[in-house]
């Protein structure tokens, strides 16, 4: 897998090439007018202090608010193609965060060749953060979970400190919901259902002192992650588009969908294989009714 990362990616941002795309993906003139005049034309002065510099007007960018069998040719020429796309569209490739990571559990492999962009060899790491989750290349989420467990126990102490003041449940649950709850249910479908039982007790006790210290019910971290599994499911199975929409068919009768196979642990807690063994324990009203097989 490789990480890449852009220089002022929104600032070298070709609005004439940007608008072309728009319209080659069917957005209609209007909306692709009003967009140019949104980022056309815009004045920008940078202040420090009572200091301010002149006024400029910018017209580029936009305000900012697995390889198989050891064979790696393909995924070389999809670098390639990556680097001739970033010149073609005025990107500039991160060198220093650009990483990557090989992700192999073949036994005896060979080692892989450096991989080379522009003249650089990017670095390979065996591990990395994106978007906010941390990914190993054992595919094990330890560091993930270490990373969360600390940034939870960090945010119980203020949790406690409401609790002296006197605030109610009602705004110390709502803090637990906005500082707490949402970093374990960020990306939990991701990591949720493969993480070891010694990372799920981690978190887990840190919910369980957040509700001795609210004094109210909480969903455990089991409950966030069947939550989350079943609505992102069932929003695949709901949208034709989604190039995971096809892994899940009904089976002729129309009440539980087709289980794939799977011959590794890693395959079986997997999103796709644990959403169709949630939603084939879910009542038939539940169902959608869409997507039958012909």
Known sequence: MLFIDFSSAFNTIILQQLICKLDKLGVNTPICNWLLDFLSQRPQTVRAGNNASNTIILNTGAPQGC???GDETHY????????KWCRDNNLLLNDSKTKEIVVNFQRGHTPHLPLIIDGTAVERVSSTTFLGVHISEDLSWTAHTTSLAKKGQQRLYFLRKLKRSGASPAIMTTFYRGTIESIFSSCITVWGGSCTHSN???LQRIVNTARRIIGAPLPSLQDLYITRLTRKALTMIKDAHHPAHNLFSLLPWGRRYRSLRSRT???RNSFTHQAIRMLNNLPPLHLPTTHLPP
């Open 200 to 202: 799920r007790r981690a």
């Open 67 to 69: 390889v198989t069998k």
């Open 76 to 83: 070389r020429e999809e670098v390639d193609l990556l680097t």
């Open 265 to 267: 642990t890693r395959l």
